[in-house]
T-cell receptor, first 114, second 110 residues
């Protein structure tokens, strides 16, 4: 198993544009979480999805949205991009959604907003 | 609200020296505490969690509820321990929202 995979690896957008980031969890994992990591900071929780439903949301504006598909892969969408959205976006998967489930992280997508 | 504080950004030690990476947390309920590590050009990975009470790669961490701390310790640092370390917290229960500290870079010199 390749572990959690994310695409694309890097992305450059301009202000006001929209972006879609993709994540494929480890086979058998049903929960996917998204994190934003700004340079010099730790990852910050954005969303958790389990069985295709949103189970948790961090303190992010409505410009951020996500969904999970029947195969448990997930997309993170960000509308009306701002310069401050430039960050590394991490996806993490776990077997289930409880706190006792280890989260496995992907390599991230580096988003640059110009 | 939950918060994780890692007061230092960088710790540089010589090989064989003891290491202590500090972590303090703020949470009113019952938290689960973790240490994550990111080696150069690798993805973020779990190092250890307080409920397992294990020693991983020689590292240990004790949860001190009185001081709300979860410091990571190793008696003899190795060069391969050089990495970025993040302390994280999640409320015990049905969800697994992780709150991370800002991280600390550990540099072990030969």
């Amino acid at each position: 198993d390749a572990g959690v995979t994310q695409s694309p690896t890097h992305l450059i957008k301009t202000r006001g544009q929209h972006v879609t980031l993709r994540c494929s969890p480890i086979s058998g994992h049903k929960s996917v979480s998204w994190y934003q990591q700004v340079l010099g900071q730790g990852p910050q929780f954005i969303f958790q999805y389990y069985e295709k439903e949103e189970r948790g949301r961090g303190n992010f504006p409505d410009r951020f949205s996500a969904r999970q598909f029947p195969n448990y892969s997930s997309e993170l969408n960000v509308n009306a991009l701002l310069l401050g959205d430039s960050a590394l976006y991490l996806c993490a998967s776990s077997k289930n959604r409880g706190s006792y489930n280890e989260q496995f992280f992907g390599p991230g997508t580096r988003l640059t907003v110009l | 609200a939950q918060r994780v504080t890692q007061p230092e950004k960088l710790l540089s030690v010589f090989k064989g020296a003891p290491v202590e990476l500090k972590c303090n947390y703020s949470y009113s309920g019952s938290p689960e505490l973790f240490w994550y590590v990111q080696y150069s050009r690798q993805r973020l990975q779990l190092l250890l969690r307080h409920i397992s009470r294990e020693s991983i790669k020689g590292f240990t961490a004790d949860l001190n509820k009185g001081e709300t701390s979860f410091h990571l310790k190793k008696p003899f640092a190795q060069e391969e321990d050089s990495a970025m370390y993040y302390c994280a917290l999640t409320p015990s229960g049905a969800n697994s929202k992780l709150t991370f500290g800002k991280g600390i870079t550990l540099s072990v010199r030969p």
